[in-house]
């Protein structure tokens, strides 16, 4: 059964359970209300009888009973007995004793007595008299009262099985608009496929229950989608990240075996191996690092980093295995009193964000020259790295920085689309921004912020 047919359910089980109480509780006073009136009728009829019969001493009982039919109101099954001091029923003209001595007896201790026996009423009241002492017993049965509750039980047997059937339908109404956020969400969960594990469901603006869970939920889907991307990626950003250290030392190695060398040439060719090696076991580390860091925000291994030094060093790298085309650096001269380029980072993870830069700049202007500019912007550290390719469109700013995303339009120099976004993951690592500024036909400057 669904949420909202159990919470329409249960509602109206709740309302159905409070509203037969509170109709049992009307019906209930309103039987004790008719009781105790019927009583108080009773009460007034023995005060009546005492008055006519009693009080009356020179009319006659034949008299008196003619103006008892004539002017009192005969109740249902009325009757009326007089008990002198003997028990005996007096006056009426019936001498049928009607009532036990008990009864009788007890009338007389009590002074006044009202009790129901069977479907009657009886009220019962001691009264002393020059003549005598009386107990005088009235009954009768109030059949109206039972005609009464009869249409009153009809009328809410009617009444509560026609507001249970609204109950239900406004529970289900109310459970419904309740639970549309909700149905919203699952909607838009079905929209989810591994190939757009970039989607987020919307959060409601009610800081309820809801909206909770849609952003835990997002929050989930983020993780999973950075594990996604990792291990979907992990593969390729490695050969494209150990292909340059793989190389040398194969060429390397390939140029010492070529001919007989001296001891000294052999010695040389494996430092530069262990060099190799070394740089590619950095390389491997930080992609670790950036697989955990993605799943576990934080976990990278932060220290100071010296980014003119860390720019220059891969100047020298690029600029090495290339003829026509260079990258060249610009570091502005620090303002006086300030401190050095140095920030917290992880040396290996910020190495390959910025390469990743460097290398689309080579591969999309065509290898052209780049262009690196370091400097301060308020309190942050600026890295913007320039080229002079074809640009980017403006439309396409944002999608860029997303997983599997190539805009290029030649097909032969698509990459994987992975480079700018592991940039961007690796960049904000580190609380840093990535922007890019781009007009179609001269080029793009993609601009690295990280603060001090």
Not at 19 to 47: C, G, M, P, Q
Request: glycine content about 4%; proline content about 2%.
């Amino acid at each position: 059964m669904k949420i909202k047919d159990r919470l329409a359910i249960s509602l109206t089980m709740t309302s159905a359970i409070a509203l037969f109480a509170v109709l049992s509780a009307v019906y209930l006073i309103f039987l004790k209300f008719l009781e105790s009136d019927f009583f108080d009728r009773l009460n007034d009829r023995t005060r009546v009888t005492a008055e006519l019969y009693l009080e009356a001493d020179e009319i006659s009982r034949d008299a008196l009973n003619e103006v008892r039919h004539k002017y009192l109101l005969k109740m249902n099954s009325e009757v009326i007995r007089i008990y002198n001091s003997d028990n005996t029923a007096v006056f009426i003209g019936d001498d049928q004793h009607f009532w036990s001595k008990q009864i009788i007896q007890k009338v007389r201790e009590k002074g006044r007595l009202q009790f129901k026996d069977g479907a009657r009423q009886v009220v019962g009241m001691f009264y002393k008299d020059n003549q005598g002492d009386f107990v005088i017993l009235a009954s009768a049965i109030d059949q109206s009262t039972k005609d009464r509750l009869a249409q009153l039980r009809t009328i809410m047997i009617i009444s509560y099985l026609i507001l249970l059937a609204g109950l239900l339908l406004l529970g289900r109404w109310i459970a419904k608009r309740i639970l549309l956020p909700l149905s919203i969400f699952i909607d838009e969960v079905k929209k989810i496929k591994s190939s757009n594990l970039d989607f987020r469901v919307k959060e409601s603006n009610n800081k309820d229950e809801i909206h909770l869970l849609a952003k835990n939920f997002n929050s989930l889907m983020e993780h999973l989608e950075n594990a996604f991307v990792l291990q979907k990626t992990f593969i390729s950003n490695a050969s494209h990240e150990l292909r340059t250290p793989v190389t040398r030392m194969m060429i390397g190695a390939e140029i010492s075996l070529s001919k007989e060398r001296e001891k000294d040439d052999y010695k040389k060719a494996l430092s530069e191996v262990v060099e190799e090696a070394e740089n590619m076991n950095n390389i491997i580390s930080g992609l670790v690092e950036l697989a955990q860091s993605d799943l576990e925000l934080g976990s990278s291994q932060i220290a100071s980093v010296d980014v003119a030094e860390l720019l220059t060093n891969l100047q020298q790298n690029w600029n090495a295995n290339r003829v026509n085309e260079q990258l060249f650096l610009e570091i502005e001269d620090p303002a006086q009193g300030s401190p050095d380029f140095v920030i917290r980072a992880n040396t290996t993870l910020l190495t390959i964000a910025i390469n990743n830069i460097i290398s689309n700049a080579f591969k999309f202007s065509d290898q052209q020259n780049v262009y690196c500019m370091l400097s301060r912007r308020d309190d942050s550290l600026c890295i913007a790295i320039s080229d002079s390719g074809p640009g980017i469109n403006a439309s396409i700013h944002e999608e860029i920085f997303k997983p599997w995303f190539s805009g290029s339009g030649q097909d032969s120099k698509k990459g994987n689309g992975m480079g700018l976004y592991m940039s961007q993951k690796i960049i904000s690592l580190f609380k840093g921004t990535l922007q890019v500024a781009s007009v179609e036909g001269e080029g793009s400057t993609f601009t690295i912020l990280i603060p001090f």
